[in-house]
């Protein structure tokens, strides 16, 4: 069974940091590419940052780029989420979420979720 | 950056009700449009990817249709567990987008 668990989430002053971490299990890790996703409270959803599956691409929204880093570890079927500098907008739930595509359609949508863990800026 | 909006932003439905959901792109995305719903307190679930195919698992009173810039999800004979928000999303280049959303709920 796939399972998406974050972890990390918490309450930090604006300015401050905090990382995120994203434990996959039940599929090839290694194999995806990986998203987090994130959703203030009572609003739409905003996709944040995108990794491939070895690592070495990465992309973000224009409003986290540079004070957010993705990362992942596949030797421990892990994704993070280094969050820097952050704001008041920042608070949200911020889920992580897998990326597969298939033959016909080779670009990925996100087809398993985590649970999302919740991170507040406020002083 | 593509933008997507939908529309309604809300509709009240009854059960076995049809109901329709478009999502608009500012630009072309080809197929590469997902649809989501999501309930309370609870991570979005997929339903339909490629603006068409059934995500496994998805009763079959869901789906959709569209290309480019167009695109509709129909729920058919709308049961109590569909009262939901429902999202599009375009996954054909970054940054990826989803819409605003469409809350369903009960008339």
């Known amino acids: 069974e796939v399972q998406l668990v974050e972890s990390g989430g918490g309450l930090v002053q604006p300015g401050g940091s905090l990382r995120l971490s994203c434990a996959a299990s039940g599929f090839s890790f290694s194999s995806y590419e990986m998203n987090w996703v994130r959703q203030a409270p009572g609003k739409g959803l905003e996709w944040l940052s995108y990794?491939?599956?070895?690592?070495?691409?990465?992309d973000y929204i224009d409003s986290v780029r540079g004070r957010f880093t993705v990362s992942r570890d596949n030797t421990e079927n892990s994704l993070h989420l280094q969050m820097n500098t952050l704001r008041a907008e920042d608070t949200a739930i911020y889920y992580c979420a897998r990326g597969v595509g298939t033959a016909v359609t080779p670009k990925p949508y996100f087809d398993y979720w985590g649970q999302g863990t919740l991170v507040t800026v406020s002083s | 950056a593509i933008r997507l909006t939908q529309s309604p932003s809300s509709l009240s439905a009854s059960t076995g009700d049809r109901v329709t959901i478009t999502c608009r792109a500012t630009?072309?995305?080809?197929?590469?449009l997902a649809w989501y719903q999501q309930k309370p307190g609870k991570a979005p679930k997929l339903l339909i990817y490629?603006?068409?195919t059934l995500q496994s698992g998805v009763p079959s009173r869901f789906s959709g249709i569209g290309s480019g810039t167009d695109f509709t999800l129909t729920i058919n004979c709308l049961q109590s567990e569909d009262f939901a928000i429902y999202y599009c999303?375009?996954?054909?280049?970054?940054?990826?987008?989803f819409g605003p959303g469409t809350t369903v709920d009960f008339k």
């Open positions: 990794i491939n599956n070895r690592g070495d691409k990465k």
């Open positions: 490629a603006a068409s």
């Open positions: 999303q375009q996954y054909y280049s970054h940054p990826f987008a």
């Open positions: 630009q072309g995305v080809g197929s590469y």
